[in-house]
């Protein structure tokens, strides 16, 4: 019962940028958009988050459309290690977080 | 970024015994932590909700008497499985919720195999 759709899979070059789309069209007024990403045999890995306005950090950019309904994760330049499966969930405040089954990303050399 | 700390990493016990897994939170105080169990090549599944004090949460289907939860201070929160059987194997995350925004930080999984 997640609220999130992403692609099953995806692949990219390394060094290029890699977008990671996921729809989200039920988020309501006050859900915050969140990424996380899970490498074989760890705990998921806090990537970004935001509300409205697009966002950035050193890790990747998040840009949210005007209408809230979608969101693309970017990688500026994906490295092997990026290899992981990406999971955008939304939430809000102490609000239990389940996850979908998320896009499984193959960065190749 | 914020710690969370889980213990052991991987444990392997025989059918008819009770596993206890921890999850501490390091650097901070979390009112709320989050069971989740995890099958090979699948996503997340939540299992109950922790908050600290009181009874925990549990998703439907999960049984709470056989998976203990115990969150009895702010960086604590003890996840026991009680006569453990063979699939009851799994990767078993929690998640521990701090800051503003409320952000939810993991921990690195344990792996639980009952044989």
């Known amino acids: 019962d997640a609220k999130t759709t992403q692609p099953t899979s995806m692949d990219c070059a390394e060094g290029r940028a890699a977008n990671l789309p996921c729809n989200h069209s039920?988020?309501?007024?006050?859900?915050?958009v969140y990424w996380y990403r899970q490498i074989h045999s760890q705990g998921p890995q806090y990537i970004i988050h935001?509300?409205?306005n697009n966002e950035t950090n050193e890790m990747a950019s998040l840009i949210i459309t005007e209408d809230r309904k979608s969101s693309t994760l970017i990688l500026p330049h994906a490295t092997l290690r990026d290899t992981a499966v990406y999971y955008c969930?939304?939430?809000?405040?102490?609000?239990?977080?389940?996850f979908g089954a998320g896009t499984r990303l193959t960065v190749k050399p | 970024g914020a710690v969370v700390s889980q213990h052991p990493s991987w444990v392997i016990c025989k059918s008819g015994t009770s596993v206890k897994i921890e999850c501490r939170s390091l650097?901070?105080?979390?009112?709320?932590m989050f069971w989740y169990r995890q099958f090979p090549k699948q996503s997340l599944m939540l299992m109950a909700t922790?908050?600290?004090?009181?009874?925990?949460?549990?998703e439907q289907g999960v049984e709470k008497d056989k998976f203990l939860i115990n969150h009895a201070s702010l960086t604590l929160s003890t996840l026991t499985v009680t006569s453990a059987h063979p699939e009851d194997s799994s990767f078993y995350i929690c998640?521990?919720?701090?800051?503003?925004?409320?952000?939810?930080?993991f921990g690195q999984g344990t792996r639980l195999t009952v044989v």
């Open positions: 998640s521990a919720l701090g800051g503003q925004p409320t952000e939810a930080f």
């Open positions: 039920t988020i309501s007024g006050n859900e915050y």
């Open positions: 935001g509300l409205k």
């Open positions: 969930i939304v939430r809000v405040g102490n609000n239990d977080m389940r």
């Open positions: 650097d901070f105080q979390a009112t709320t």
């Open positions: 922790s908050n600290e004090g009181s009874k925990a949460t549990y």
